[in-house]
């Protein structure tokens, strides 16, 4: 039984632990519910606007909104990769790690000669990835200290860029859609090219006709971009949300956890305290007795 010294400073040591996760648990809370916000109100946009892009692409034969759908059977492939910056966030980074490792391993199982390179968003990928043998070919750390749609716009804007210049013939996100905060669903998502609607969304819509206005080529050269940019912010706000909600869980979980140690502990402690009264009553005791036959 360890002593009653070794206890106390156990139980300090996991009081002040509790102290930290439990700060943690309620700044992740308040982080939360800002983001949760923000996704939540965006997400019905970005869906209708996915689903006109989608309608765009696949229903015109204007060059501009084509250009984006164009389905390309040689080239690399860029797979964007969501983490976070900090860590105490349960498993969260290392689902979208994984994730990224087994997509790697298919990749270059089914496409031996098709290289991919890597663009990563948070730096636990960044880190990590920076050791491995692959092609990093750019990391934006820098997202999360001030999320904007004007700061996601130009990253947005590059990975467009790299796509039209015939660089990468398909563009992949891969990253959390939040749900709540105990529930991170991990996607793995065609950014470019452009995907036909699904026939079941297709069905229930019906053959839309659009009506351009000043011109149809004029206004898909500034609609196309400017959607698929939504898009990306929207992948940004549903990490950083989810991210917050898997630290929130995680600080929860370790708070609780921290004081169910402080119960046994103070229960060994008590018991420990009980073993050494009981020894040090059977010592004067037991030097009575002798006292009293000498």
Known sequence: MP???EVRIRIASVKSTQQITSAMK?????KLRKAQNNILQL??????????????ASGTDSENAGKYSEQREEGKVLY?????NRGLCGAYNANVIKQMIA???QHRTENNRTPFALVTIGRKASEFFAKQP?????SHDELYDQLSFANAAPVAENLIQLYLSGEYSKIVFVYHQFRNAVVQYLQTEQFLPVESPEPDTEHEHGDIEYIFDPSKEEILQQLVPQILKTQFYKALLDSWASEQGARMTAMSQATDNASELLKDLKL????ARQASITKE???IVGGAEALKNS
């Open 103 to 105: 997509l790697a391993d």
């Open 134 to 138: 692959v092609e990093v070919l750019s």
């Open 268 to 271: 060994t402690y008590n018991k």
């Open 43 to 56: 997400r019905p946009f970005a869906a209708h606007q996915k689903l006109l892009l989608q309608q765009l």
């Open 80 to 84: 964007v990769i969501f983490s976070s």
């Open 3 to 5: 002593s009653l010294k």
């Open 281 to 283: 009553i059977l010592e």
């Open 26 to 30: 309620m700044v992740s809370a308040s």
